[in-house]
């Protein structure tokens, strides 16, 4: 019970509303810069230092113009929260993810299959 009052004080706290959504931008960002390469080979260290901003650019405003609401879609500035868009939509794109993946798992089995048949 002590592991679930621990997550529940870091909920009351706001941590998840900070980290889930820096972690998920830095990843993504991450991860298209290392793919596509755009400051050559060896670039890690920029790559990294881009997705780092990127996260934080998204997490800032949230942490200093949000509002306590999670219903409220909107910054005490007027400007749209992405933070909270993130944490609503999330459920929804995360079960989309995982039939798309399941989706194309049956479909890799079933060509496996026929090519060991053919084979």
Known sequence: ???QDSFFMLN???LFDILL???LVFTIVYAVLHKIKLFGK???QFDVMIALVMGL?????HVLWG???PTVSTLSNGM???VNIINASLPNVSIV????VMALTVVQFRYIERKVQYA
């Open 1 to 3: 019970m002590a592991l």
């Open 12 to 14: 009351e706290q706001g």
């Open 21 to 23: 959504p820096f972690v």
């Open 42 to 44: 060896d670039s890690k």
């Open 57 to 61: 650019a998204v997490v800032f405003p």
């Open 67 to 69: 509002v306590n609401d």
């Open 80 to 82: 749209p929260d992405i």
């Open 97 to 100: 993810i995982v039939a798309i």
